[in-house]
């Protein structure tokens, strides 16, 4: 019989991987990723300041007893609006430090897996280091299980029926940019809520969808919540947070 390390394949000196950790259950990795996590010599992560790691945190039943590690700690999250010249300074240094780290490793013949929520190409900081490392290395991406598809799965909400159309918005858009998006699809997954709730939600109300608005917070995680969004009257919801809205095409 195959065993599942077997199955998921080794890991290559020098190479790093992309590696999709999925919406917050460990469960739900690939086992290509689960055997990565595994195997690699350097597990690396992105990390807010003074927080453990949320992709870390997900794969800490996988991690290896003194599995060297790489800590990636980002200098601003929501402290400093994205469009600012000062988050993009920062943000562009710190990207470039994390790409020369990165490159150290790999130089030295380790292999590397860089761990990315959800997927590793769907809004992800792996993709900045994708941009300056792939040229110059072995890059291996394992796709993962999107926040988006974890949420709506979750939620018990099919999204797209026959000719549907499917809109993925991020909660940044000014307001009346997302009423307009909203009004030109028949589903809708707006992330990025956080702070941005109450703009989401009086957007979602002026292109008429409040009625089939779910709320997820921290979808598949411990601390799940999952409301209709017409109940969410505060300002800010949680960092993990989105709004789901379910198309209403053909059924048979």
Not at 65 to 74: K, S, T
Not at 182 to 208: F, P, Q, S, Y
Not at 214 to 243: D, K, N, S, W
Request: charged content about 25%.
């Amino acid at each position: 019989m195959t065993s599942l390390d077997e199955l998921a394949g080794t890991a290559r000196g020098g190479t790093l991987y992309g590696v999709g950790v999925g919406p917050g259950d460990v469960r739900y990795l690939t086992l290509r990723a689960a055997g990565l996590v595994r195997a690699v010599d350097v597990v690396a992560f992105f990390a807010k300041r003074g927080a453990p790691g949320n992709a870390r945190r997900i794969v800490g039943p996988l991690v290896r007893a003194g599995q060297e590690e790489a800590r990636l700690e980002y200098p601003v999250t929501e402290e400093i609006p994205a469009e600012h010249p000062d988050y993009q300074q920062q943000m562009t240094a710190f990207y470039r430090e994390s790409a020369a780290r990165l490159a150290a490793l790999l130089r030295s013949g380790k292999s590397v897996g860089l761990l990315a929520e959800g997927d590793p190409f769907f809004y992800g900081s792996f993709m900045h280091m994708w941009r300056r490392l792939a040229a110059d290395f072995p890059v291996e991406v394992v796709p993962g299980v999107t926040g988006m598809s974890g949420c709506w799965t979750r939620a018990k909400l099919p999204m797209t029926w026959g000719d549907d159309t499917l809109a993925v918005l991020p909660g940044t858009l000014a307001e009346e940019r997302l009423v307009e998006r909203l009004r030109h699809t028949d589903a809708a997954v707006i992330m990025k809520v956080g702070k941005n709730l109450a703009k989401v939600r009086r957007a979602v109300e002026g292109a008429g969808l409040l009625s089939r608005a779910i709320y997820v917070e921290r979808g598949t995680m411990q601390e799940e919540r999952i409301r209709p969004l017409a109940e969410c009257g505060e300002a800010r919801g949680a960092y993990f947070a989105m709004v789901l809205i379910p198309g209403e095409g053909r059924r048979l």
